[in-house]
């Protein structure tokens, strides 16, 4: 992601705070996390697509005063990161109370989520999931110096280095995100050592419009063949009760499908294929690598 030759760090969100709060939020980590790298990204192509994205979305560039503070003092619901300092956070409240704007207990009640710095938590991938604006401290502030409304496109949150190391830009993955869910219509199947927890993959799941399947009855697995909307997340831990999807035909992936794609508003299906040297396939026949590692025929 690299505009002409401006370096990373005018893409930075100024950050006031030195330390952070003794009680976070833990990083959502799939089996993958700590191989996930793109380097060669460009931020030309990303900051011309944001543009594409978002300009038909804008808001007017004169709208009425009166307008603008109704909508903040009617509709803002703000939750906040947990890894920002204590004073920040603190001091933050005071605005939310000032303009009477509402502080959510939930990504799921919130209309804004507001941190420093890009850290892949529950809230933050919830967030972006559902296309709501991830931004910093300085919105409440910039709302604070002129009593009024303010356009939060301006304050979306920027992580140079984080955005690197994923391969993304935040204001072309929220525009995404609101444009075309991810899962949309999609049943996923979570096997229970998932991680980073199935509670957590399931939220996530719902934020971008999938659908969990808690249960399969027999006759679903009595079936040759999984529908075609099917997911299957799952871990190296979870082989043998990944085995049955497999034989119908099922692929099965890390949940580093969903929670990179979330990130970067892809879905890389080849990069988080789970169990590919287990699985062989012809036109009618489908062959599974046992314990003792011999391809055994399972269907056709």
């Given at each position: 992601?690299?505009?002409?030759?401006?370096?990373?760090?005018?893409?930075?969100?100024?950050?006031?705070?030195?330390?952070?709060?003794?009680i976070?939020s833990p990083i959502?980590m799939?089996?993958?996390?700590h191989?996930?790298?793109c380097?060669?990204?460009?931020?030309?192509?990303t900051?011309r697509?944001?543009?594409?994205?978002?300009?038909?979305?804008?808001?007017?560039?004169?709208?009425?005063?009166?307008?603008?503070?109704?909508?903040?003092?009617?509709s803002?619901r703000v939750?906040?990161?947990?890894?920002?300092?204590e004073?920040v956070?603190?001091?933050?409240?005071k605005?939310?109370?000032?303009f009477?704007?509402?502080?959510?207990?939930?990504?799921t009640?919130?209309?804004?989520?507001?941190?420093?710095?890009f850290?892949r938590t529950?809230?933050?991938?919830?967030?972006i999931?559902s296309?709501?604006?991830?931004?910093?401290?300085?919105?409440?502030?910039?709302i604070d110096?002129?009593?009024?409304?303010?356009?939060e496109?301006?304050?979306i949150?920027?992580?140079?280095?984080?955005?690197?190391?994923?391969?993304?830009?935040m204001?072309v993955s929220?525009?995404r995100?609101?444009q075309?869910?991810?899962l949309?219509g999609?049943?996923?199947?979570?096997?229970?050592?998932t991680?980073?927890?199935?509670?957590?993959?399931t939220?996530?799941?719902?934020?971008?419009q999938g659908?969990p399947?808690?249960r399969?009855?027999?006759?679903a697995?009595?079936?040759?063949k999984?529908?075609?909307?099917f997911?299957v997340?799952?871990?190296?831990?979870?082989?043998?009760?990944s085995?049955p999807?497999?034989?119908?035909?099922?692929?099965?992936?890390?949940s580093?499908?969903l929670?990179?794609?979330i990130v970067?508003q892809?879905?890389?299906y080849?990069?988080?294929r789970?169990f590919?040297d287990?699985?062989?396939?012809?036109?009618?026949?489908?062959w599974i690598?046992?314990?003792k590692?011999?391809f055994?025929?399972?269907?056709?």
């Amino acid at each position: 992601n690299e505009a002409g030759r401006i370096s990373d760090s005018a893409f930075d969100t100024p950050v006031k705070s030195k330390a952070a709060s003794k009680i976070v939020s833990p990083i959502c980590m799939g089996d993958e996390y700590h191989r996930l790298s793109c380097k060669d990204s460009r931020k030309s192509k990303t900051t011309r697509e944001y543009r594409s994205l978002t300009s038909p979305l804008a808001e007017p560039i004169l709208e009425k005063r009166s307008t603008r503070k109704r909508r903040d003092l009617g509709s803002i619901r703000v939750l906040f990161s947990q890894h920002l300092d204590e004073d920040v956070t603190t001091h933050q409240k005071k605005i939310l109370a000032k303009f009477a704007i509402s502080e959510a207990s939930s990504m799921t009640e919130a209309t804004h989520f507001i941190a420093n710095t890009f850290m892949r938590t529950r809230n933050m991938l919830e967030a972006i999931a559902s296309g709501k604006p991830v931004v910093t401290t300085q919105w409440l502030e910039s709302i604070d110096q002129v009593n009024i409304y303010v356009d939060e496109e301006l304050y979306i949150l920027r992580d140079s280095k984080k955005e690197k190391e994923f391969g993304f830009n935040m204001g072309v993955s929220l525009a995404r995100a609101r444009q075309s869910p991810l899962l949309q219509g999609r049943r996923v199947f979570i096997t229970p050592n998932t991680k980073p927890g199935l509670n957590t993959i399931t939220t996530l799941v719902k934020a971008v419009q999938g659908r969990p399947v808690e249960r399969l009855g027999r006759s679903a697995l009595s079936e040759d063949k999984v529908q075609e909307n099917f997911l299957v997340l799952s871990c190296e831990e979870d082989r043998d009760i990944s085995i049955p999807f497999l034989e119908r035909g099922a692929e099965v992936y890390s949940s580093e499908l969903l929670l990179n794609g979330i990130v970067t508003q892809k879905l890389e299906y080849d990069r988080y294929r789970l169990f590919a040297d287990n699985v062989r396939k012809t036109r009618s026949t489908i062959w599974i690598k046992d314990g003792k590692g011999k391809f055994q025929r399972r269907r056709g």
